[in-house]
């Protein structure tokens, strides 16, 4: 009797695999769908984190940063949709003036669109969503994030190292938090050498919003990834910028100083 049982539970299951060739017209349909609304957004940058980060947690400060930068330099935004880092990009993009892209996925929980959108899109299936990430951005943005944030960034990461993607840029940002995760990836794949030494220069991290936009900018003029060697020389451009200014800036006050002076010797000679 237990053995009807599990036969006709069986039968149950593959019962339902006769809908599989039908579900290829929804995927066709997702990727149609998308397609047809973004195929006319121009440059972009794609920006992931965690929608559960709370506007009061500075990650969230640095998002809204992060996607001004890029949008002053002429880059719309592409984000998840959602609450949290994903909000903050929208948000940033909408503040700025540069479009705003949502790509929501239908879940059960979490997944609830912000106000922050131009255009908004929903999706049923995550492949066909992180196919519309990635086909439309020219560099990705990573906030601090969980489980799916970890899933665009390695999946990023590995297309690139096969060459699927050519000069991606992607930047880390939040080095306090993923700190940790390189720090393991050094110590375990590489020095186990699952992955090469050269990998580690296929991302950059940082936590300056205006860095990580200088940096994507950047790799994009030259054609490449971003390479943590801009790091030193971004830091020497701006000790230069600011000795620059500092000295512009003595100047100035000594000539305000000098013709206050004038102006007090004019008076005094008048009184």
């Known amino acids: 009797?237990?053995?009807?049982?599990?036969?006709?539970?069986?039968?149950?299951?593959?019962?339902?695999?006769?809908?599989?060739?039908?579900?290829?017209?929804?995927?066709?349909?997702?990727?149609?769908?998308?397609?047809?609304?973004?195929?006319?957004?121009?440059?972009?940058?794609?920006?992931?984190?965690?929608?559960?980060?709370?506007?009061?947690?500075?990650h969230y400060k640095m998002g809204v940063n992060v996607a001004q930068e890029l949008g002053k330099r002429g880059y719309s935004i592409i984000t998840g949709g959602g609450p949290g880092?994903?909000?903050?990009?929208?948000?940033?993009?909408?503040?700025?003036?540069?479009?705003?892209?949502?790509?929501?996925?239908?879940?059960?929980?979490?997944?609830?669109?912000?106000?922050?959108?131009?255009?908004?899109?929903?999706?049923?299936?995550?492949?066909?969503?992180?196919?519309?990430f990635a086909k439309y951005?020219?560099?990705?943005?990573?906030?601090?994030?969980?489980?799916?944030?970890?899933?665009?960034?390695?999946?990023?990461?590995?297309?690139?190292?096969?060459?699927?993607?050519?000069?991606?840029?992607?930047?880390?940002?939040?080095?306090?938090?993923?700190?940790?995760?390189i720090r393991w990836i050094k110590k375990s794949m590489v020095e186990e050498g699952t992955i090469s030494r050269g990998d580690l220069d296929l991302f950059y991290m940082t936590d300056d919003p205006v860095e990580a936009a200088e940096v994507i900018q950047r790799a994009l003029e030259e054609g490449s990834h971003a390479r943590p060697e801009w790091k030193l020389q971004i830091a020497r451009a701006r000790r230069q910028a600011s000795r620059l200014n500092a000295a512009n800036r003595i100047e100035q006050r000594r000539l305000t100083k000098k013709s206050s002076k004038k102006k007090t010797t004019k008076k005094k000679k008048r009184d």
């Open 137 to 181: 951005a020219l560099a990705y943005v990573v906030l601090p994030g969980g489980f799916g944030t970890m899933d665009e960034f390695f999946e990023a990461l590995t297309l690139i190292q096969t060459g699927k993607m050519r000069n991606f840029p992607i930047v880390l940002m939040g080095k306090s938090y993923w700190g940790g995760l």
């Open 1 to 58: 009797m237990k053995k009807a049982k599990n036969y006709n539970k069986l039968l149950e299951e593959l019962s339902h695999d006769s809908g599989d060739p039908w579900m290829v017209f929804k995927i066709m349909g997702e990727f149609v769908e998308g397609f047809d609304a973004m195929k006319n957004i121009g440059p972009c940058v794609s920006i992931f984190g965690s929608a559960r980060t709370k506007p009061s947690n500075p």
């Open 85 to 132: 880092a994903m909000q903050a990009g929208n948000e940033g993009a909408q503040k700025i003036g540069t479009k705003s892209i949502g790509l929501n996925i239908v879940l059960p929980s979490e997944q609830d669109p912000n106000p922050y959108q131009d255009l908004e899109l929903h999706f049923k299936y995550f492949f066909t969503r992180k196919v519309c």
